[in-house]
């Protein structure tokens, strides 16, 4: 009599078959009876182009995620314009990611520099013994990270210095001394 091994009917579920994304599980289906395996969760990732500002936002999330807006950066000198990329062409200020959501995704802060940074000038006349004394100082204002060359003075008995060009720093330091000699 022979003896008969059992028959070992394939399971459907291939050694290495591949897990795919569907709807932010991880599935894969039997290729005999069209069973569905889960897995889990899958993880995505949340990329930022700051361009200069800082935020804290989440750098992964998934589909089970409970809804969450980004976070808006901020940047000395400059307002926050709204951000654009997995969003579309157009900045928004409010970027809400719904639960269920899923996919990479990208976003780049855009800014609007102020035009209310301040900048000083110190117009300096020299005294007698050849030192120079602050006359005059000016608070100005202007648009950050642009260079200016403020006005002069005409004050009698000095002459009026050169022209002198400045970068308005962001954090308002920027300053410029005019040194008026006898």
Do not use: M
């Not at 569907?22 to 599935?27: A, D, K, L, P, W």
């Not at 409970?66 to 950066?73: I, M, Q, S």
């Not at 719904?98 to 035009?115: I, W």
């Not at 210095?161 to 920027?174: C, Q, R, Y």
């Amino acid at each position: 009599s022979r003896s008969r091994r059992p028959s070992s009917r394939p399971s459907g579920f291939f050694p290495g078959s591949d897990y795919k994304d569907e709807g932010g599980y991880f599935v894969r289906y039997c290729s005999i009876c069209g069973e569905k395996d889960v897995k889990g969760v899958v993880t995505y990732n949340l990329s930022y182009t700051l361009n200069g500002g800082s935020a804290t936002n989440p750098s992964t999330y998934n589909v089970e995620t409970a809804t969450f807006n980004l976070n808006n950066p901020t940047k000395l000198g400059y307002t926050f314009s709204g951000w654009t990329g997995s969003n579309g062409n157009t900045a928004q200020t409010t970027v809400t990611i719904p639960k269920g959501t899923t996919g990479n995704k990208s976003y780049t802060a855009n800014f609007t520099a102020n035009n209310d940074t301040k900048y000083t000038v110190y117009h300096q006349q020299e005294q007698l013994d050849g030192t120079y004394k602050t006359y005059e100082t000016e608070i100005l204002k202007g648009t950050t990270d642009t260079t200016v060359t403020p006005a002069r003075k005409s004050y009698t008995g000095f002459d009026s210095p050169a022209g002198t060009s400045v970068l308005i720093k962001p954090d308002g330091s920027a300053s410029v001394t005019y040194k008026y000699k006898r």
